[in-house]
């Protein structure tokens, strides 16, 4: 017998992925430049919200209509999720909404069950079932416009009490640092993101480049673009020290479009990392890239409607 048909849709700052899956098969598969981030920043956030909403619903539907079996939609989505409503409580790289329910308006005009979650978690979710670790938890951490990750505990996503568990991205690693899109200073994802690493270069040559460019250059042997790539690996290490401090799981994952670029980060990242753990931790963390492509996000977030999600209060 088939598995059923599920929607898992991967929505980013710029663009959107939206996949159909029969268990972990991916059968049928959309992308599309969305803009988001932009149409958040410039229009008051019911119009940015029905934007978004109609974006979504249209692509579904697209789905829909070549395999009208499917039985449910899943959505990562970039933001803080409530674990018990749903509701996005803000989104710091979608400024405007802040306590914004997209899922009953998504159920009622699909008529689909509909399941939300932070995308860094459903990514990292997907990676999970894809890789299937022997410790049965793993950290995914998504280096893209932003720096998400997430925790599977058990096999089980952890989203914590409010939905912010796990927010590696917004770890002050700089005191008094670059304004966050969360409302702080000096977070991670500052420096370490595709928008962090164009502010690294930035700072040097006070011209703006995409990340990508940047890699570009650095990869032709531009040493400040190298540069920018080494502030980036040098933060997120000590974040993710951190973090494995508090944490201690045996299995990281690196994803994200950024990874693409991760040989510029690597050197420095290995040797920032190991410096910054506790003695007894090093060389005992096995942190790898993803090798899911693009697809652990809708993987994941296909796969949401089975997930029993942990957040130690509930
Ligand atoms: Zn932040």
């Not at 098969?25 to 410039?42: A, K, P, Y």
């Not at 990514?123 to 670790?133: M, R």
């Not at 697809?295 to 942990?310: E, H, K, Q, W, Y």
Request: aromatic share 6%; with cysteine; hydrophobic share 45%.
């Amino acid at each position: 017998m088939k598995s059923p048909l599920r929607i898992g849709i991967d929505v980013g700052g710029t663009n959107l992925r939206v996949g159909v899956l029969s268990s972990n098969d991916l059968v049928w598969e959309s992308r599309r430049q969305t803009n988001f981030s932009e149409i958040c920043q410039h229009n008051a956030s019911p119009e940015a919200l029905k934007r978004i909403l109609d974006t979504l619903i249209e692509t579904i539907s697209e789905a829909c209509n070549s395999y009208p079996q499917v039985q449910s939609v899943g959505i990562g989505f970039p933001g803080f999720i409530d674990p018990v409503s749903h509701v996005i409580s803000a989104s710091p790289n979608l400024p405007g909404l802040v306590n914004t329910d997209l899922v009953t308006p998504l159920k009622e005009r699909l008529g689909l069950p509909v399941w939300l979650q932070n995308d860094a978690l459903a990514a990292a979710y997907g990676e999970f079932l894809l890789i299937g670790p022997d410790s049965g938890s793993l950290l995914y951490v998504g280096l893209g416009t932003g720096v998400g990750s997430g925790l599977i505990l058990h096999g089980k996503p952890y989203t914590g009490a409010h939905g912010v568990a796990m927010e590696l991205g917004h770890l002050i690693v700089v005191p008094d640092g670059r304004l966050c899109g969360c409302g702080n200073r000096g977070c991670v994802e500052q420096y370490a993101s595709g928008t962090g690493i164009a502010l690294n270069y930035a700072e040097h040559e006070a011209v703006v480049l995409d990340a990508q460019k940047i890699a570009s250059l650095a990869e032709h042997g531009d040493t400040r673009a190298l540069r920018a790539f080494e502030q980036a690996a040098k933060f997120l290490a000590m974040a993710l020290a951190h973090v494995l401090k508090i944490i201690d799981v045996s299995d990281v994952r690196i994803g994200g479009g950024l990874s693409r670029s991760w040989p510029l980060m690597q050197p420095v990242f290995l040797a920032s990392f190991e410096a910054s753990l506790i003695p007894a931790l090093r060389g005992r963390i096995r942190v790898g890239l993803s090798n899911s492509g693009d697809r652990a996000g809708m993987l994941g977030a296909a796969m949401l409607f089975s997930a029993d999600t942990c957040n130690l209060e509930m």
